[in-house]
């Protein structure tokens, strides 16, 4: 079973950046055949759609809040997923989860990710 823990998350101005990591402890976990993304979740709101990566890391989807703002890379041989965030608005402020799919194409929705880990919390202030 996979475990997936972020780190990174933090207080920042609007306007500023920050860098998400996820990291996979893997056992019997392919962690390079696997979609991996990140989603957000602000208090009252539902679970948000932010950003999927492939396995080999060359695909990617973003959500339309995030295009041209956030960008998620991986690197496989460190069994992490990263999400960059420029230009943050206060409207960015959630806890961000990642999680694995096994799912051979890139996906969305959150019912097809077997794996998520416990949320790093992102606060931007005005």
């Known amino acids: 079973q996979v475990q997936l823990v972020e780190s990174g998350g933090g207080l920042v101005q609007a306007g500023g950046s920050l860098r998400l990591s996820c990291a996979a402890s893997?056992?019997?976990?392919?962690?390079?055949?696997?979609?991996l993304a990140w989603f957000r979740q602000a208090p009252g709101k539902e679970r948000e759609f932010v950003a999927t990566?492939?396995?080999?890391?060359?695909?990617?989807i973003y959500g339309d809040s995030v295009k041209g703002r956030f960008t998620i890379s991986r690197e496989n041989v460190k069994n992490t997923v990263y999400l960059q965030l420029n230009m943050l608005r206060t409207e960015d402020t959630a806890v961000y989860f990642c999680a694995a799919s096994r799912s051979s194409v890139l996906v969305i929705a959150t019912p097809l990710y077997d794996a998520w880990g416990q949320g790093t919390q992102v606060t931007v202030s005005s």
């Open positions: 893997v056992r019997d976990f392919a962690f390079s055949s696997h979609v």
């Open positions: 990566i492939s396995g080999g890391g060359s695909r990617s």
